[in-house]
């Protein structure tokens, strides 16, 4: 085996498991937030939380694969994504306080840029293999956010759609560990 191809395998292991969880905290935090987002005004302090947590598991998420990949051209891209789930983060908790329109506006914002982070990342390692997912997922990012911008925009107050963002945002992450698998194992 090369240097590149264990390089390779190293890199794609650790996307494998942290897709994997990505997956898991995405279902498990879509179920929490139409749960509570239903039943509670959008300054209720659970739904701030659910709000606040979604960009900061983002964030740790970018930092974990930043520290796998950190010899890999993408590494400048994460970045950039840790500093937006960290403005994304301050910022839906500000929002939060103005109320639902708000942080469907912060949402989509933070839903726009991340997506165009993703799909640059997911295109600059499509060669490790499992990257079409998050091409897609990135670019739907992109298209999502705009209707989230949107909807806020013209007042909407529904959040229980930021739990169908994320559960889909969870299958493409759950799609892309399954066909890094071949890549692991090299």
Same mark, same amino acid.
């Given at each position: !085996?090369?240097?590149?191809?264990?390089?390779?395998?190293?890199?794609?292991?650790?996307?494998?498991?942290?897709?994997?969880?990505?997956?898991?905290?995405?279902?498990?935090?879509?179920?929490?937030?139409?749960?509570?987002?239903?039943?509670?005004?959008?300054?209720?302090?659970?739904?701030?939380?659910?709000?606040?947590?979604?960009?900061?598991?983002?964030?740790?998420?970018?930092?974990?694969?930043?520290?796998?990949?950190?010899?890999?051209?993408?590494?400048?891209?994460l970045v950039v994504?840790?500093?937006?789930?960290?403005?994304?983060?301050?910022?839906?908790?500000?929002?939060?306080?103005?109320?639902?329109?708000?942080?469907?506006?912060?949402?989509?914002?933070?839903?726009?840029?991340?997506?165009?982070?993703?799909?640059?990342?997911?295109?600059?390692?499509?060669? !490790?293999?499992?990257?079409?997912? !998050? =091409?897609?997922?990135?670019?739907?990012?992109?298209?999502?956010?705009?209707?989230?911008?949107?909807?806020?925009?013209?007042?909407?107050?529904?959040?229980?759609?930021?739990?169908?963002?994320?559960?889909?945002?969870? =299958?493409?992450?759950?799609?892309?560990?399954?066909?890094?698998?071949?890549?692991?194992?090299?």
């Open positions: !085996m090369t240097t590149t191809e264990r390089a390779t395998s190293t890199v794609a292991s650790s996307l494998r498991r942290l897709y994997f969880f990505r997956f898991g905290f995405a279902v498990l935090w879509a179920i929490a937030l139409a749960a509570t987002a239903a039943a509670l005004p959008v300054v209720a302090p659970a739904v701030v939380v659910l709000l606040v947590l979604y960009p900061v598991v983002d964030l740790a998420a970018a930092v974990w694969d930043h520290r796998s990949s950190r010899d890999t051209k993408p590494a400048r891209a994504n840790m500093v937006l789930s960290l403005l994304a983060a301050i910022g839906l908790g500000i929002a939060a306080v103005s109320g639902a329109p708000a942080v469907l506006v912060v949402w989509g914002a933070w839903a726009i840029t991340a997506g165009a982070v993703q799909l640059v990342l997911a295109v600059a390692r499509r060669r !490790m293999g499992g990257q079409w997912p !998050m =091409i897609l997922s990135g670019g739907i990012s992109v298209l999502a956010g705009a209707g989230f911008v949107s909807q806020g925009l013209s007042g909407g107050t529904g959040l229980t759609s930021l739990a169908g963002y994320a559960v889909l945002g969870g =299958i493409f992450f759950l799609v892309s560990a399954l066909r890094l698998r071949r890549a692991a194992s090299l």
